[in-house]
């Protein structure tokens, strides 16, 4: 497989706090991989220099293609085709379900907003279209018939796969899931990995995703980061990772490490 997204020597500082350190990740097409690491350790401030919100202090930030995004917007980093959902769920609270997905799609419409005004042909039908999309995009993460429910209305890990559904609609070919599992049910986390395989198998999305839950990680993981610091101190597959010393001191700590084993992920 080839390589859709390579970081090297992303560093990230804010006046005299390094958050991330030189981070190096090489993340294969078509790969479910994680980074992993304490609180603190800099993953969502990693997750947010590849996606616009921060711009790297140094380093490259190469993905398809050989395409260089470190410094781009957000909305331009999201036209390269990268999408991702956020550690505190971040909706539209006051909108549908389907209006939430409808904006996920707004990088695709092309019609003008003054066709809009007089409602040609051309946006009607871009309309009817985009609508159609949501309904599909609803109907795969599970969602059938709650179209038309306030997102805040939604039990919580409906609102998770409703941002999914959001994210997918802006069609990417690289989904960043920042702790997809936070505040779910053991039933509801096996749910989820069996959704993100979905994803990738049926959809052909690579997926990165920062995840705090061993069970989730070492079960749906191919290949595993972990930082420490701002630092990557470790990487490999799960079970490498599981035997890796400096994890376990860092992060997973002697009993935590001993407890875990691939089959418990599923």
């Known amino acids: 497989m080839g390589i859709i997204l390579s970081t090297k020597n992303v560093t990230k500082r804010f006046g005299g706090l390094i958050a991330v350190n030189s981070f190096e990740i090489d993340v294969k097409e078509n790969s479910i991989s994680s980074v992993i690491g304490p609180n ?15 711009t790297p202090t140094e380093g ?11 410094g781009l917007r957000p909305d331009q980093v999201t036209l390269k085709g990268i999408s991702r959902t956020y550690q505190n769920i971040r909706l539209f609270s006051k909108m549908t379900a389907i209006e939430n997905i409808l904006v996920g799609q707004h990088r695709h419409l092309k019609t003008h907003w003054v066709e809009a005004i007089f409602k040609t042909k051309r946006f009607v039908k871009e309309e009817e279209e985009a609508l159609e999309e949501a309904i599909r995009l609803l109907n795969f993460v599970g969602l059938n018939g709650l179209g038309d429910h306030l997102a805040h209305n939604l039990p919580y890990g409906a609102q998770r796969r409703l941002e999914i559904a959001r994210a997918l609609a802006s069609k ?5 899931l920042d702790e997809p599992t936070a505040g779910m049910n053991p039933n509801e986390s096996i749910e989820l990995m069996h959704f993100i395989r979905q994803l990738r198998d049926e959809v052909g999305i690579t997926i990165l995703l920062i995840e705090h839950d061993m069970k989730v990680v070492m079960g749906i993981s191919e290949e595993i980061w972990v930082m420490d610091f701002g630092q990557k101190i470790a990487e490999g597959t799960p079970l490498e990772i599981q035997r890796n010393p400096k994890v376990i001191e ?7 490490a001993s407890g875990l084993n691939l089959e418990q992920g599923e």
């Open 40 to 54: 603190g350790a800099g993953k969502t401030t990693f997750f947010n220099c590849i996606t616009g919100f921060y």
């Open 60 to 70: 490259e930030i190469i993905f398809d293609e050989n395409q260089h995004i470190q």
């Open 172 to 176: 990417p070919k690289l989904l960043l």
């Open 250 to 256: 860092a992060y997973l700590g002697s009993g935590a």
